[in-house]
T-cell receptor
């Protein structure tokens, strides 16, 4: 599958700040997924989005499925030290046998 | 959701040897995949593990190097054959339906 365009590549943030990252694709996706990966672990699913325009929250995390179905963003509010990690967006394309396409990841480092 | 157990979690292997990684899912799933993740990089799909038949490999990956088995809906193995230092990476098992995908904790392989 294609690689999604994820930005920013990395960010240093102050504890308590809000964080935003986004992904875009050149083709339409049926589902957008956001994962967090801690060192030495596999990616853990944070939020799944299934419909264009859908806005979904999971605690301090909020993600939206873009209206065009070619983009998504993830917001983290009031960041804390345990938010450190790598965040990946991923998407399912029906035309690609439901194989996941991934973004390159956003590395988040929180300054205490 | 699906819980995926992957083992070993890490190994250090001699070049020229082979390592088999096991992946067990706690429920029957439609699809299982194997990924490779180089340090600091995103996930790259190696192959789709098909139940009872040969795996479907992505471009750049071949069966002789990465033989895969999937004897039933909940279990799969990936073998990294005739290893070289370039095979040092994290290998991840994934299970999915058509709307969500879950990952094992990964196998960190170092070839010396």
């Amino acid at each position: 599958g294609q690689q999604l365009n994820q930005s920013p590549q990395s960010m240093f943030i102050q504890e308590g700040e809000d964080v935003s990252m986004n992904c875009t694709s050149s083709s339409i996706f049926n589902t957008w997924l956001w994962y967090k990966q801690d060192p030495g672990e596999g990616p853990v699913l944070l939020i799944a989005l299934y419909k264009a325009g859908e806005l979904t929250s999971n605690g301090r995390l909020t993600a939206q499925f873009g209206i065009t179905r070619k983009d998504s963003f993830l917001n983290i509010s009031a960041s804390i030290p345990s938010d450190v990690g790598i965040y990946f967006c991923a998407g399912f394309e029906r035309s690609n046998d439901y194989k996941l396409s991934f973004g390159a990841g956003t590395t988040v480092t929180v300054r205490a | 959701s699906a819980v995926i157990s992957q083992k070993p979690s890490r190994d250090i292997c001699q070049r020229g040897t082979s390592l088999t990684i096991q992946c067990q899912v706690d429920s029957q799933v439609t699809m299982m995949f194997w990924y490779r993740q180089q340090p600091g990089q995103s996930l790259t799909l190696i192959a789709t593990a098909n139940q009872g038949s040969e795996a479907t490999y992505e471009s750049g990956f071949v069966i002789d190097k990465f033989p895969i088995s999937r004897p039933n809906l909940t279990f799969s193995t990936l073998t990294v054959s005739n290893m070289s230092p370039e095979d040092s990476s994290i290998y991840l098992c994934s299970a999915s339906g058509n709307t969500e995908a879950f990952f094992g904790q990964g196998t960190r392989l170092t070839v010396v």
